[in-house]
């Protein structure tokens, strides 16, 4: 199977609207008091978190088709920002803390873009990971910084905005539900925003790289520049969930710029589907529930995990989204919409009729 068919950007509408109804279910849950403990809304928060980390890797490696192994160190910045950000005394206002670890995130994927996106294939693998370990050393080694026992998050971000609430805040994440509530906003804002960018010349651009960069760079694209934005762009939202991981846990060490999260975070964008973000948020969650379900069974799941994973890449690989348009094909009859970008012409050719040159 080729790279351009490997990858699903449009599903049938029954399929949208199974979705739907699994994100009003999602919705749901904390109001229906079937969580006296609150351990699993907390779980379900972590993985909407996880959902948008897993998101902005699809940017790169679903629509680009950038396969970066040290895409956690962006998220480990922006949650280690959090923590320095945060004073002994009281809490930091969410309101311009956010962005600014967001942003120092984006800053050091600008950087470190500026050289990993000249690379192709595995040394653009290996670079990636290269730059991610020599950060993680920093923290780990680093007393300064924490060193390998980390540090603590005292308070959750506050969402007073001074004297035009009266120092009241306007919601308390301290409350399980409500940052809950928060993160679900989070996660469907950045996946609005994502489809929407697919669909435009930009990410039209973007997915014609992903078939025929030759071509492309032939055509008068500044490939590096696109790639380097859409890096850029990828590490900022990986800032964003590292920040809600670290508001959330109240914890952040180097393992969150480890080896092992940017491996999940692939993982999770092939087991839900590559090339649409819903797949993104599916494998995060399907991943998570796996991980779950392995480890109370023995303490070998990583056997069972890697088997369920090579299973998936074997029988479907496009993922479970794409296992899912396929029974939808077969069992419902119904045509498929063409996948946009599912062929080396139409991707590049849409790129052309959509504008975006550098």
């Known amino acids: 199977m ?8 449009r599903l049938p509408r029954s399929l949208q609207f199974t979705l739907a109804l699994g994100t009003v279910a999602l919705a749901l849950y904390p109001v229906m008091g079937l969580d006296s403990t609150g351990y699993y809304t907390q779980m379900l928060t972590q993985m909407m978190i996880l959902a948008i980390f897993a998101m902005s890797l699809d940017l790169l490696q679903g629509v680009t088709g950038m396969v970066s192994l040290g895409h956690a160190a962006f998220f480990g910045l922006a949650g280690y920002a959090l923590a320095f950000l945060t004073p002994d005394s009281g809490p930091v206002s969410l309101w311009w803390s956010l962005p600014l670890a967001a942003a120092g995130a984006g800053l050091a994927a600008l950087i470190i873009g500026f050289f990993v996106v000249r690379t192709h294939g595995i040394y653009f693998i290996m670079v990636t990971m290269a730059f991610a370990q020599m950060i993680f050393y920093l923290f780990f ?8 026992d980390g540090i603590y998050v005292y308070f959750k971000p506050s969402t007073a905005l001074g004297p035009l609430t009266g120092g009241e805040e ?30 435009s010349p930009f990410g039209r651009t973007l997915a014609g790289i992903r078939v025929n960069e030759h071509r492309m760079r032939a055509m008068g694209y500044g490939t590096m520049w696109y790639k380097l934005t859409a890096f850029t762009l990828a590490g900022t939202l990986a800032g964003v969930a590292g920040y809600l991981w670290a508001a959330q846990t109240g914890f952040v060490n180097p393992e969150l710029m480890g080896f092992h999260l940017s491996a999940h975070a692939i993982m999770m964008v092939i087991l839900g589907g590559m090339g649409n973000f819903a797949g993104a948020i599916i494998g995060a969650f399907a991943f998570e529930y796996l991980l779950h379900v392995f480890k109370d069974m023995t303490k070998h799941w990583q056997l069972l995990m890697g088997g369920f994973i090579v299973l998936i890449v074997i029988f479907a690989p496009k993922g479970l989204l794409g296992l899912g348009q396929a029974l939808h094909d077969r069992f419902l009859g119904a045509s498929t919409p063409p996948v946009e970008g599912n062929g080396s012409s139409e991707a590049a050719n849409e790129t052309t009729q959509g504008g975006g040159r550098v």
């Open 141 to 148: 080694d680093n007393r300064s910084l924490g060193g390998s």
């Open 170 to 199: 306007l919601f308390n994440l301290d409350n399980r539900i409500t940052f809950f509530y928060f993160t679900l906003a989070v996660l469907l804002i950045v996946y609005a925003f994502l489809r929407r960018l697919l669909f």
């Open 2 to 9: 080729s790279a351009a068919s490997s990858h699903i950007e």
